[in-house]
C-alpha cells in the first residue's frame, strides 16, 4: 500500500462506473486503488459534479477518454495512504482532487508553470479515474492543500469551477474598478465567477437566462443583469451597463452553448479581451477580422489553473469571500444530476455525498 497508510481501508468501495459512451453511468462496487510511490489514497467524502463529467460520459469533445471510467474531479477528501516518496502530506491531511491530476514535472511548460499544458498531464475523472468513488488516487504535487477547518462540502465546488474562473479573471486582464461580462452567471461556473470578481473589486455584468438567474446571480456579486431570452439588443444592453456606454473591459464566456462565443467581441470595448472558458461540444468561435482589428479585441481562451491558482482561488475561499451555491444529493443519485444537466435545470452547482 505504501509507506505508511490509516487503519480500516476497505477491499471495495461504492463508486459510479461507466462503461461505455452515452449510456448510463452505474453505481456498483470496486476494488480501492494502491497509490504508486509518488501517490497519496484520498478518502474522498464530497465532490462536486462540472459539465466535464457529463462530456466525459457522453464522449462528444475530441479527446479520448478512458474506459471503464470513474469520473468526478472536485473530490475533498482526507489522505490515507502514502506511497513510499511522499514526503510533505502526513495521514489525515484534508485535500483535493482537481482536474490536473498530474504532470511530468520536467517539461517546459511544467517549469513555467504551465503545468496544464503538458503534453503528459493525466486528468482526473477523464484519463485516470477521479473523485466519484469512495477512495481515489492523486499526484502527491498536485492535489490541493486544505486547510484543516476547511469545510469539505462547501470546498468541492471551488476545487474545478472556482479554480478555473479565477484563471480566467486572471487571464482577462481586468483590474480593480474595471468591468467584466460573465456569460452564462447563473450556472456553476458563472455563480463562482460572479463572486471572485467582486471580491476582485470588478464591476460584474451578468448575462443569462431567466428571473430565477437574475435573482441568484445579484446575490452572488453581479451589478447588472442582461436577460438573453427577453432582450431585444444584446449588444447594445450590455454596454448600456458601463459607465461611458463604450461595453465591459473584458467578457468572460463560461456558457455551455455556442452563440454566445459569436457575440462577446461585438460589446466589449475597444482593447477588451474575449475569454473562453465554456467548451461547448463543437462549437466554432468568429470574430468580424475588420472590427477585431481596428478595435485591437484579443480573443484567447483560458484552461485550468495551475498549483499557485489553486492556492490563491483556495485562499479567496478560506477568507470566506467565496460560498458556491450548490445542492448536495448521494453518490447513488449522480444520473439523476446528470440528466438535469443535459435538461438545462441545474441553477447553481451539485456536489455528490460519496458516503450515500
Given at each position: 500500500?505504501?509507506?505508511e497508510?490509516?487503519k480500516?481501508?476497505p477491499?471495495t468501495?461504492?463508486a459510479?462506473?461507466?462503461?461505455?459512451?452515452?449510456?448510463?453511468?452505474e453505481?456498483?462496487?470496486?476494488p480501492?486503488?494502491k497509490p504508486?510511490?509518488?501517490?497519496?489514497l484520498i478518502n474522498?467524502?464530497y465532490?462536486?459534479?462540472?459539465h466535464t463529467?457529463l462530456?466525459?460520459l457522453q464522449?462528444?469533445?475530441?479527446?479520448?477518454?478512458k474506459?471503464?471510467l470513474?469520473?468526478?474531479?472536485?473530490g475533498?477528501g482526507?489522505?490515507?495512504?502514502?506511497?513510499d516518496?511522499?514526503n510533505d502530506?502526513?495521514?489525515?491531511d484534508k485535500?483535493g482532487v482537481?482536474?490536473?491530476?498530474?504532470?511530468?514535472?520536467?517539461?517546459?511548460?511544467?517549469?513555467?508553470?504551465?503545468?496544464?499544458?503538458?503534453?503528459?498531464?493525466?486528468?482526473s475523472g477523464?484519463?485516470?479515474d477521479g473523485?466519484f468513488?469512495?477512495?481515489?488516487?492523486?499526484k502527491a504535487?498536485?492535489?490541493a492543500r486544505?486547510?484543516?477547518?476547511?469545510d469539505l462540502e462547501?470546498?468541492?465546488?471551488?476545487?474545478?469551477?472556482?479554480?478555473t474562473?479565477?484563471?480566467?479573471?486572471?487571464?482577462?486582464?481586468?483590474?480593480p474598478?474595471?468591468?467584466?461580462a460573465?456569460?452564462?452567471?447563473?450556472?456553476?461556473?458563472?455563480?463562482?465567477?460572479?463572486?471572485y470578481?467582486?471580491?476582485?473589486g470588478?464591476?460584474v455584468i451578468?448575462?443569462?437566462?431567466g428571473?430565477?438567474?437574475?435573482t441568484?446571480?445579484?446575490q452572488l456579486?453581479a451589478?447588472?443583469?442582461?436577460?438573453f431570452?427577453?432582450?431585444?439588443?444584446?449588444?447594445?444592453d450590455?454596454?448600456?451597463?458601463t459607465?461611458?456606454g463604450?461595453?465591459?473591459?473584458?467578457?468572460?464566456l463560461?456558457?455551455?452553448?455556442?452563440?454566445?462565443?459569436q457575440?462577446?467581441?461585438?460589446?466589449?470595448?475597444p482593447?477588451g479581451?474575449v475569454v473562453?472558458?465554456?467548451?461547448?461540444a463543437?462549437a466554432v468561435m468568429?470574430?468580424?477580422?475588420?472590427?477585431?482589428?481596428?478595435?485591437?479585441?484579443?480573443?484567447k481562451?483560458?484552461?485550468?489553473?495551475?498549483?499557485?491558482?489553486t492556492?490563491?482561488?483556495?485562499?479567496?475561499?478560506?477568507?470566506g469571500?467565496?460560498?458556491?451555491p450548490?445542492?448536495?444529493v448521494g453518490?447513488?443519485?449522480?444520473?439523476?444530476?446528470?440528466?438535469l444537466?443535459?435538461e438545462?435545470?441545474?441553477?447553481?452547482?451539485?456536489?455528490?455525498?460519496?458516503?450515500?
Open positions: 500500500m505504501g509507506k497508510f490509516a480500516d481501508i477491499e468501495q461504492w459510479q462506473v461507466a462503461y461505455q459512451h452515452g449510456t448510463k453511468v453505481y456498483k462496487q470496486i480501492v486503488p504508486g510511490p509518488d501517490e497519496v474522498i467524502k465532490s462536486g459534479v462540472c463529467d462530456h466525459a464522449g462528444d469533445w475530441p479527446l479520448e477518454t474506459m471503464p470513474v469520473g468526478g474531479h472536485e475533498a482526507y489522505v490515507v495512504a502514502l506511497g516518496v511522499v502530506i502526513k495521514i489525515g485535500v482537481k482536474w490536473i491530476n498530474g504532470s511530468c514535472l520536467q517539461c517546459s511548460f511544467c517549469m513555467q508553470a504551465d503545468e496544464p499544458l503538458c503534453a503528459k498531464a493525466s486528468l477523464y484519463t485516470v473523485s468513488q469512495q477512495y481515489c488516487i492523486g504535487a498536485h492535489v486544505l486547510p484543516p477547518d476547511c462547501k470546498v468541492a465546488p471551488v476545487l474545478c469551477a472556482g479554480i474562473v479565477y484563471k480566467g479573471i486572471k487571464e482577462s486582464g481586468v483590474r474598478g474595471q468591468s467584466l460573465i456569460v452564462g452567471a447563473g450556472g456553476g461556473l458563472g455563480s463562482l465567477a460572479c463572486q470578481a467582486k471580491a476582485m470588478i464591476d451578468a448575462i443569462d437566462g428571473s430565477d438567474k437574475q441568484s446571480t445579484k456579486g451589478a447588472h443583469y442582461v436577460d431570452m427577453s432582450t431585444k439588443d444584446l449588444v447594445a450590455v454596454q448600456a451597463c459607465p461611458d463604450l461595453g465591459p473591459h473584458a467578457a468572460l463560461v456558457a455551455a452553448n455556442e452563440k454566445p462565443f457575440q462577446a467581441a461585438a460589446y466589449v470595448r482593447r479581451a473562453m472558458i465554456g467548451l461547448p463543437g468568429q470574430a468580424p477580422v475588420f472590427e477585431s482589428v481596428v478595435r485591437m479585441i484579443s480573443i481562451g483560458s484552461y485550468v489553473g495551475n498549483r499557485c491558482d492556492a490563491e482561488a483556495l485562499e479567496f475561499f478560506n477568507r469571500l467565496i460560498n458556491a450548490f445542492k448536495t453518490l447513488s443519485k449522480l444520473q439523476e444530476v446528470y440528466d444537466m443535459r438545462n435545470k441545474i441553477v447553481g452547482r451539485y456536489v455528490v455525498d460519496n458516503e450515500k
